[in-house]
């Protein structure tokens, strides 16, 4: 081998080994800088634990299985009921969320929230009679004191 060619075949494997390291240095990067991304979403969201869950289907034993919260016990599909969405979107919630008492407890902001109705309070008992007609007195009996 000329003096040439073997230069020539030194470049080549230092451009090789070269080539390599920096391929996996890349790769290493990219890697580190999506755990980040998952580390700052995870943060946002709460999360401090990976969950995997099986939620693309409903399966029987996920519609049977009960769920206690706050003392409650009741099915996927009954929690689903009381909280207005459908089980699929629960099951969604307890996945992103981590436990299934997250995802009842979640109040969704923005535009998809479910607000109450402006003006009026859940807990007030409905009063009898609108105070006229037969529950009111025809004719007040309404005296005043004189005062000096």
């Known amino acids: 081998m000329t003096p040439a060619e073997r230069a020539r075949q030194i470049d080549k494997e230092e451009f090789a080994a070269e080539s390599q390291a920096a391929r996996e240095r890349a790769f290493a990067y990219s890697k580190h800088c999506r755990q980040r991304e998952q580390q700052r979403v995870r943060a946002w969201m709460g999360i401090t634990k ?87 007195p025809e004719t007040p009996k309404i005296t005043f004191s004189e005062k000096a």
Not at 81 to 90: C, E, M, Q, R, Y
Not at 103 to 131: C, H, L, M, Y
């Open 50 to 136: 990976n969950v995997v869950n099986k939620v693309n289907q409903l399966h029987v034993s996920d519609r049977a299985h009960r769920h206690t919260v706050n003392g409650q016990t009741k099915t996927l599909v009954e929690w689903a009921d009381v909280l207005g969405i459908t089980p699929k979107a629960l099951l969604g919630r307890r996945r992103k969320l981590g436990s299934m008492e997250a995802a009842i407890a979640f109040q969704p902001t923005g535009r998809w929230a479910k607000r109450p109705d402006p003006g009026v309070v859940s807990n007030f008992a409905p009063s009898e009679g609108t105070g006229a007609g037969s529950t009111a």
